[in-house]
């Protein structure tokens, strides 16, 4: 168990570290921050930040050397930057990295576990789609098995014409059949050392152009009624990987129940609702699991809950928000740069009393 003011060692210097980070100080931690030289928006709440490039493992070591513990904020943190860490300091198990890394293992690592994938198939040449498209049919996704997020590495195949135009760069990929639901939504849940589980409430989901728009509360009958099966799968999954910390699993429910999408070893988007929704938020209770303190409650504690990003240049007026709503949580992320298609922040509405 870490003792107050100690030391958290975070990988990756985005939104999610930020939160972290915030949260860890309001329990008297500090934070050290890790990532390539960038628009590192972590930095600004941490006590301390190295940008050097994930292959400096002497920088890698100087990081590691002021830590009681290493964490992580996104799962594309390369394995041979994880090595570098002292496996003693290391929460959760890189294990959790390495199957949420490569779309293959991890459908196949689901499944496994008696989850449901959409149909796949690993694709490595055009003759590879083409016959994927064959048995699977289309209109389907191809999805780079590596490196995708936010719908980054997708393309839409519609016909069997478009998988002959399709021009191979050399990459693993895996083709995902389309599948019809009537919601999307995500399980996440906290893990302690000692295998105590505990999820939040579970949001309805809409997506636009492969990233997350809103997150919503309650989600609807849709999704209740196949909450706990999908639990179950995710619970699995935890323990399966002897996971420590924040785990989101993404599901689509569907007239044949839930059906599993990913798997992100971490704090998630779709849980930002958490911080001020529920008892405990998502990023307090991951710093909670990973310094090995007791968990919060995960109880939801309003009746309704909308959580929605702000991406791109709506941020130049966020402000506008705090004026026409002032019950309005706005959340900025510092980011520089207000490009199309980047997250910028998000704000949460929440009303009614539960129960």
Sequence with gaps: MIRPGGTIGILGGGQL??????????????VIGYSPPGDNVAAEVCHDFFENGWGDKAALAAFASKCDVVTWEFENVPLSAVAAIPDNLLVPHPRALETAQDRLKEKRFVEGLGGKPAPYAPVDSESDLAAAVERI???GILKTA???????????????RDAESF??????YVYEG???????????LVRDADGEVRFWDSTANVHSGGMLETSTLPAGEAVEAQVQQAREIARQTAEALNYVGVLTLEFFATKSGPVFNEMAPRVHNSGHWTIEGAATSQFENHIRAVCGLPLGSTETRFANIEMRNIVGEDALTAYDILGEDTEAHLHLYGKAEAREGRKMGHVTRVSGSRG
């Design 17 to 30: 570290g930020r939160m972290m980070a915030m949260s860890a100080a309001q329990l008297g931690c500090r």
């Design 167 to 172: 021009r191979f760069p050399g990459k693993p």
């Design 146 to 160: 590596r490196d995708g997020y936010d719908g980054k590495g997708q393309w839409r195949i519609a016909s069997a």
């Design 137 to 139: 049919g289309a209109p």
């Design 178 to 188: 389309m599948v019809e639901f009537d919601a999307e939504f995500s399980v996440i």
